[in-house]
């Protein structure tokens, strides 16, 4: 997978003296989802008859919640279904394939969090996903001793790109904006975070590359290479 290539940007660090906590968003940052999700978005649509691109689901549906995909979907394809309905057809399928795994990890996530833990950072999950999908990421890859909180769309009325979710992140945490860094892979997270006075560092997948990421404070092509630089191993 060819990843985004670095900016010169990528030379400054986003964790300074301040900086206590790390939020990492879920989806495409820790977790290997969007292809999977894909796959069940395109599932559902063959029912209507309709064929999702990749393009399009990159350029439109990434890194969006459910709820905003499936009002995306009826407009776009003018299908003859209520967005809640798409939506609800949505999370069950995401349901039921949580109830047999987790979704796989992004590379060196694990090793992430650990050296993050390890360096004595406080670590939060902010997701526009489910709770049940992190829970099942912590639980299976054993990474829960490592985060002191999540942050789901279940917690929020309005999921990224609003900035509530790491507002409240950072109220639960009693931490303030100056010491956080939230760590994301699109434009919509990004938002999110910068929107409630974050550094954030991006890391984008092959799916947000086209994104505008000219908000963020640094961006590389990997958690790997973010690490390195961050923490000088």
């Given at each position: ?18 900086t ?57 394809f ?13 999370h ?25 833990f390890?360096?004595?950072?406080t ?79 991006v ?20 958690l ?10």
């Amino acid at each position: 997978m060819t990843l985004y290539p670095v900016t010169s940007s990528s030379h400054h660090r986003a964790v300074g003296n301040e900086t206590t906590t790390l939020l990492f968003d879920h989806d495409g940052t820790l977790i290997d989802s969007e292809t999977v999700h894909y796959d069940l978005w395109r599932d559902i649509l063959h029912e209507y008859r309709v064929e999702l691109s990749e393009d399009f689901y990159c350029e439109v549906m990434a890194g969006i919640p459910v709820k905003q995909n499936a009002v995306d979907l009826v407009e776009h394809f003018q299908l003859d279904v209520a967005p809640a309905v798409l939506a609800d057809k949505k999370h069950k399928s995401i349901s039921d394939y949580l109830d047999r795994q987790a979704f796989p990890l992004m590379p060196f996530a694990k090793e992430t969090l650990s050296t993050c833990f390890k360096n004595g950072y406080t670590i939060g999950i902010v997701t526009g996903g489910s709770k049940k999908s992190v829970e099942k990421t912590l639980s299976q890859y054993e990474l829960g001793s490592y985060v002191s909180c999540v942050v789901a769309v279940e917690d929020v009325a309005n999921s990224k790109p609003a900035p509530d979710c790491y507002e409240l992140a950072m109220a639960k945490l009693n931490k303030s904006p100056s010491e956080c860094v939230a760590i994301e892979d699109t434009q919509t997270g990004m938002n999110a975070a910068v929107s409630a006075g974050l550094a954030c560092v991006v890391v984008p997948t092959i799916l947000s590359k086209h994104h505008d990421f000219t908000r963020a404070t640094v961006q590389y092509t990997s958690l790997n290479e973010w690490v390195s630089r961050e923490f000088g191993r």
